[in-house]
């Protein structure tokens, strides 16, 4: 799942991330696997994800929920979403693990961390994949802050000015720090956006008066 390996941040801001992506495979078990995808979304859900979410129908975060999901999933089903917790993330992982329905589990976060919680589980990964930066121009990127919260889109859908936009509201004190990370979340439609991350990199703009009264 290469599109939620370019998170960006420190390992302080990234230890609590987590992504979990489940699919069956065209061609070879997607028949019959809506079924089985939702037996995992209920697992999931319960567990209550930062974020869960559909192209077919958007995120939670944008007031979809979870019967929406469910009753969209197309003949190819994936649950996309994510976790803030590290013991719930390890939950997930150990009920998916004992329903044993055959299908493919990928999750992205600190490789440590990752790897883990495979080895308290008895999972032996199937593979590991790693971002190695970015290359090209760079100087014509936005800076690093913004990265840290456009790159929780994995899809690229999240744009600089959006994020330039909320921070600034943020600044003056027009926005409050989380709804300014559920605004940023809307144009992610698939779920591995972490509100709960976001929210802690945007507390930083709180006006110094606020942080006082607070």
């Not at 979990?20 to 028949?31: K, Q, R």
């Not at 803030?84 to 992982?93: D, F, I, N, Q, Y």
Request: charged share 30%; aromatic share 4%.
């Amino acid at each position: 799942m290469t599109h939620s390996l370019h998170r960006r941040g420190t390992e302080e801001s990234l230890k609590d991330d987590f992504v979990l992506l489940v699919t069956s495979a065209y061609g070879f078990n997607h028949v019959g696997s809506k079924d089985k995808m939702r037996k995992i979304l209920d697992e999931v859900f319960e567990l209550e994800p930062c974020n869960i979410g559909s192209y077919d129908t958007g995120t939670i975060l944008s007031g979809v929920d979870i019967q929406e999901i469910r009753d969209a999933l197309n003949d190819v089903p994936r649950v996309r979403c994510c976790f803030s917790s590290k013991e719930k993330m390890k939950k997930v992982l150990q009920r998916i693990k004992e329903l044993d329905l055959g299908l493919s589990v990928t999750v992205s976060g600190l490789t440590d961390e990752v790897l883990d919680m495979a080895r308290e589980l008895d999972i032996k990964p199937h593979c590991v994949n790693l971002s190695l930066e970015i290359w090209g121009n760079v100087e014509k990127l936005p800076s690093e802050e913004v990265l840290e919260l456009v790159t929780m889109c994995g899809h690229g859908l999240i744009s600089s000015g959006l994020v330039e936009d909320c921070i600034e509201k943020v600044k003056k004190g027009h926005m409050t720090p989380r709804d300014a990370a559920v605004k940023i979340s809307h144009p992610c439609v698939c779920g591995i956006y972490n509100p709960d991350r976001a929210e802690k990199l945007l507390e930083k703009y709180v006006p110094q008066k606020e942080q006082e009264m607070a």
